[in-house]
């Protein structure tokens, strides 16, 4: 049987290289731009190698087809885009195990009433691995992003991973202005999730800049949670905002009483075959204490 699993296999000179069921991926890492490649003759067997500045795949043996990504518990498509993607994100994998911790519900006073989901937000959803996660976990689900092609994307995950008609609301939009118009309507949710880019723009081409937008965003996920009971998960890849920032503005928020959150922060990490770590990026995970 063939292990489908992600795997970091070297990095070094601003590439990375990695392998998904055996097939080989190079592609570019900025993180990776100071190190020393410790393994030269894994590189030359590369079957796919990613060009960032013409934005162009080659290919010097077929992608496969109809593969998927194991992504402890749930399945991703294994896809190369002209993003240099390849339809995971691996270091989201921490992130994953801590979202899907199961979900506390509380005790209806009617005994024959139906138990309600509780609600999750994805916000900036791509195709929907964390939203795949928060299904498992038993939530209910809208999954919010500005491409209408991840969007769609995220129903045939959903179908490949045995959810035919999972409870997920799919919306193609613009993930503040969601967040503003769900605060108008007076929604809530239990757990908001948010990957934002660091640039990048929205359906009417409004330009988005994580260190300008993120902020205002963020008051509007504090006002649809109940302060006495959520999660937020909120991860990046930015160099001009960091999980310290992220922590410095919830202290000094009116929204929120930080004393009585859990937050843990950091940097997420990928190991590579000799057991040195690649930077991925920050993430900030918010919960109070019985959520």
């Given at each position: 049987?063939?292990?489908?699993?992600?795997?970091?296999?070297?990095?070094?000179?601003?590439?990375?290289l990695?392998?998904?069921?055996?097939?080989?991926?190079?592609?570019?890492?900025?993180?990776?731009?100071?190190?020393?490649?410790?393994?030269?003759?894994?590189?030359?067997?590369?079957?796919?190698?990613?060009?960032?500045?013409?934005?162009?795949?080659?290919?010097?043996?077929?992608?496969?087809?109809?593969?998927?990504?194991?992504?402890?518990?749930?399945?991703?498509?294994?896809?190369?885009t002209?993003?240099?993607?390849?339809?995971?994100?691996?270091?989201?994998?921490?992130?994953?195990?801590?979202?899907?911790?199961?979900?506390?519900?509380?005790?209806?006073e009617?005994?024959?009433?139906?138990?309600?989901?509780?609600?999750?937000?994805?916000?900036?959803?791509?195709?929907?691995?964390?939203?795949?996660?928060?299904?498992?976990?038993?939530?209910?689900?809208?999954?919010?992003?500005?491409?209408?092609?991840?969007?769609?994307?995220?129903?045939?995950?959903?179908?490949?991973?045995?959810?035919?008609?999972?409870?997920?609301?799919?919306?193609?939009?613009?993930?503040?202005?969601?967040?503003?118009?769900?605060?108008?309507?007076r929604?809530?949710?239990?757990?908001?999730?948010?990957?934002?880019?660091?640039?990048?723009?929205?359906?009417?081409?409004?330009?988005?800049?994580?260190?300008?937008?993120?902020?205002?965003?963020?008051?509007?996920?504090?006002?649809?949670?109940?302060?006495?009971?959520?999660?937020?998960?909120?991860?990046?890849?930015?160099?001009e905002v960091?999980?310290?920032?992220?922590?410095?503005?919830?202290?000094?928020?009116?929204?929120?009483?930080?004393?009585?959150?859990?937050?843990?922060?950091g940097?997420?990490?990928?190991?590579?075959?000799?057991?040195?770590?690649?930077?991925?990026?920050f993430?900030?995970?918010?919960?109070?204490?019985?959520?």
């Amino acid at each position: 049987m063939t292990d489908n699993r992600y795997r970091l296999i070297d990095f070094g000179e601003g590439r990375k290289l990695e392998s998904v069921g055996g097939y080989l991926i190079d592609r570019p890492s900025p993180a990776a731009s100071w190190s020393k490649r410790q393994s030269p003759e894994n590189w030359q067997r590369a079957d796919a190698h990613f060009d960032a500045d013409r934005r162009k795949w080659t290919y010097h043996n077929p992608w496969p087809t109809d593969q998927l990504v194991d992504c402890d518990g749930f399945q991703m498509p294994f896809v190369s885009t002209p993003f240099g993607h390849i339809g995971v994100f691996p270091e989201q994998f921490d992130n994953w195990r801590w979202l899907c911790k199961p979900v506390i519900t509380e005790p209806s006073e009617d005994p024959s009433s139906v138990p309600t989901k509780p609600a999750a937000l994805n916000l900036f959803g791509y195709t929907g691995a964390s939203t795949m996660v928060l299904i498992k976990a038993g939530y209910q689900v809208a999954h919010v992003d500005a491409a209408k092609p991840n969007v769609q994307a995220v129903r045939g995950v959903a179908t490949s991973n045995g959810w035919p008609d999972p409870p997920i609301r799919y919306l193609i939009d613009d993930a503040a202005k969601f967040a503003a118009r769900e605060v108008r309507r007076r929604r809530m949710y239990h757990t908001i999730v948010m990957d934002p880019p660091a640039y990048g723009h929205g359906p009417n081409g409004r330009a988005w800049r994580l260190d300008r937008d993120i902020w205002p965003l963020l008051d509007d996920c504090l006002r649809l949670v109940d302060p006495k009971r959520f999660r937020m998960l909120i991860s990046g890849h930015s160099p001009e905002v960091d999980h310290s920032d992220i922590v410095t503005y919830l202290a000094q928020s009116d929204l929120i009483d930080t004393t009585g959150l859990r937050i843990d922060t950091g940097r997420s990490q990928l190991i590579d075959e000799g057991g040195r770590s690649l930077d991925a990026g920050f993430y900030v995970r918010i919960e109070t204490i019985d959520a």
